[in-house]
C-alpha cells in the first residue's frame, strides 16, 4: 500500500486509534514499524530492566514511547530515560522529556539506526544516545556535543562502546556489563 500524502503532522499521528500499528512519523509520512525480533526484545527488556534498578529516582525507564522531535517527525525508540515528572498517561513526549534514546540495531534498521535517527535526537536535543549492535552484542554511548552538522545543528559525540562493560558519569553513574543485557 502506498501513502499518497506526505504532510502528516503530530496531531494527525496522536488521533489514530488505540489499537493502530505501531508507527513513526518522518518528515510528514507515516511509517509503519516491524516488529522487533525475540532477540532484539530480549536485549531491550534487559536493558529496560538494568536502567529501571539502577537510574536514580529523577529519571524513569521506559520502552517504545513516541518522542516528537518536531511538528512532523516522530521517533519510538527501543529503550529511553525519561524525567519522572512526565506523567504515566503520555504516549507521546517531548525532547526535553527525555534524557537518554537507545535504538538495537537489527538487519532491517541499520542504516536508520546508525545515522538518520542519532542526527534527529541530536537536533532535537536529546543529551544522550546509545546504540546497541547485536551478535556480538556491543554498546555505543554517545552525548551531544559542541560539534556542528552540515545544518548547523549539534551532533553526537562517541564517549564509550565496549562488548564487556560500559562506565559512564552521565547521566548518571553507570557501571553497566554487557553480559546483564545479553540473553
Given at each position: 500500500m502506498r501513502q499518497q500524502r506526505a504532510d502528516y503532522t503530530l496531531e494527525d499521528l496522536l488521533g489514530l486509534p488505540d489499537d493502530?500499528?505501531?508507527?513513526?512519523?518522518?518528515?510528514?509520512?507515516i511509517q509503519v514499524t516491524p516488529s522487533p525480533t525475540l532477540g532484539h526484545q530480549d536485549i531491550s527488556s534487559l536493558l529496560w530492566?538494568?536502567?529501571?534498578?539502577?537510574?536514580?529516582?529523577?529519571?524513569?525507564?521506559t520502552q517504545a514511547v513516541g518522542v516528537a522531535l518536531n511538528a512532523n517527525t516522530s521517533r519510538q525508540p527501543d529503550v529511553l530515560l525519561c524525567r519522572t515528572e512526565v506523567t504515566a498517561d503520555r504516549s507521546l513526549l517531548m525532547p526535553d522529556d527525555v534524557i537518554l534514546a537507545?535504538?538495537?540495531?537489527?538487519?532491517?534498521?541499520?542504516r536508520t539506526d546508525r545515522f538518520a535517527k542519532p542526527?534527529?535526537?541530536?537536533?532535537?536535543?536529546?543529551?544522550?544516545?546509545?546504540?546497541?549492535?547485536?551478535?556480538p552484542i556491543h554498546l555505543y554511548a554517545y552525548r551531544r556535543g559542541d560539534r556542528l552538522g552540515p545544518g548547523g545543528e549539534r551532533q553526537y559525540?562517541?564517549?564509550?562502546?565496549?562488548?564487556?562493560?560500559i562506565e559512564l558519569v552521565e547521566p548518571f553513574e553507570i557501571k553497566l556489563p554487557i553480559a546483564d543485557i545479553t540473553p
Open positions: 493502530a500499528p505501531r508507527v513513526e512519523l518522518v518528515d510528514g509520512v530492566l538494568w536502567l529501571r534498578t539502577h537510574c536514580p529516582a529523577h529519571l524513569r525507564a537507545v535504538e538495537v540495531v537489527s538487519p532491517g534498521t541499520r542526527g534527529e535526537y541530536a537536533a532535537a536535543g536529546i543529551p544522550f544516545y546509545w546504540r546497541i549492535e547485536q551478535d559525540e562517541l564517549i564509550a562502546d565496549s562488548a564487556e562493560l
